[in-house]
């Protein structure tokens, strides 16, 4: 989205200097009223008028100078208002004087950190997840941070911060805004994918073996929703995941029993191959000629002991084959 924000181009003085004139001022003030009260009592002349007059000007001209004066950290920028209209965005770090009668509000351009805590959602196919993510966010415009979102909270905090001076009362109002934008957008993307691939019958992308590009979408989902306040989202990713209370024993016991199922067929399998390889051997190194039913005997046995949980328990035969 076009970005908003506008470059201030007032006037912006060294804050060093305009404190000399602004000392320089108060001490002619100060010194103003004193020789004029001096020469007031002692002559009575309109001069001593003129310059205590002239001295009172000076000093409500060094108030009003004391109102310009301006401080910017690393990361932090000054919206500059005059009289309510938007004069642009001041981010030059340093001590400045501007304009006495323009308004600034201090915002933090700093990147910022959000825990957002698990939230319970339903996954694709329904089944209630608890999924928690962390993202790290910044402002990106702040014109639209501060103009184009509202909430009673907001609008509340900018009154307060009418000096300049209460950033951390905005800031908390933007974090409030993020959290709620991240659960709509973590919410939009849980629904779209299932937990897990329990039965194992499909290769679909799912919450728990989605990585990256989960993470990747939630990011995408996050900026989309967060643009419109001029918030980018420098990093989103899923930092919690798991079956809510209800149905996490159930699922478990699902796991368990798909984790069998799956165990047996290799077992199965690499049984079937063996017993094979094993008559296939006798039959080439004619060790012994089997008939159909010795032949089904020893695959049974065979079966039995290499499917078995526990272990066989040999008989030896003293007698010979054909008893």
């Not at 310059?51 to 109102?67: D, E, K, P, Y």
């Not at 939230?119 to 415009?141: A, E, Q, S, T, Y």
């Not at 032949?295 to 008893?323: R, Y």
Request: proline share 2%; net charge negative; with cysteine.
């Amino acid at each position: 989205m076009e970005r908003k924000e506008t470059k201030f181009a007032g006037t912006v003085i060294n804050g060093f200097v305009m404190l000399s004139v602004t000392l320089a001022t108060l001490a002619a003030s100060i010194a103003l009223i004193i020789w004029g009260g001096m020469t007031v009592s002692d002559n009575g002349t309109t001069t001593g008028v003129i310059a205590i007059v002239a001295g009172i000007a000076a000093f409500i001209a060094f108030i009003i100078l004391l109102c310009g004066f301006v401080l910017l950290e690393p990361g932090e920028a000054r919206m500059m208002m005059f009289f309510g209209e938007y004069r642009g965005t001041f981010t030059e770090t340093g001590y400045f004087w501007v304009h006495p009668f323009i308004t600034t509000k201090r915002l933090s351009l700093r990147a910022r950190n959000l825990d957002a805590e698990p939230i319970k959602v339903n996954d694709k196919v329904g089944n209630p997840v608890m999924i928690g993510l962390v993202l790290v966010w910044k402002l990106r415009d702040t014109y639209k941070a501060m103009f184009e979102i509202d909430s009673q909270t907001m609008a509340q905090n900018a009154n307060n911060a009418a000096t300049g001076t209460d950033v951390k009362s905005i800031m908390n109002a933007f974090e409030q805004f993020v959290k709620t934008q991240s659960d709509a957008a973590l919410r939009q993307v849980a629904g779209q994918y299932a937990y897990d691939d329990v039965d194992g019958e499909t290769n679909d992308l799912t919450l728990r073996s989605g990585g990256e590009e989960i993470n990747s979408q939630l990011e995408t989902k996050l900026n989309e929703r967060l643009a419109i306040a001029g918030i980018e989202v420098v990093e989103a990713r899923i930092n919690y995941l798991a079956y809510a209370p209800e149905i996490a024993a159930v699922m478990l016991r699902r796991q368990q029993a798909s984790a069998i199922i799956t165990a047996r067929e290799k077992i199965v399998e690499g049984a079937v191959s063996m017993v094979k390889m094993a008559l296939d051997r006798l039959a080439q190194e004619n060790v012994v000629e089997l008939d159909d039913d010795k032949k089904a005997a020893m695959v049974s046995n065979l079966m039995v002991v290499l499917c078995g949980e526990d272990s066989a328990q040999p008989v030896v035969n003293t007698g010979t084959l054909n008893h």
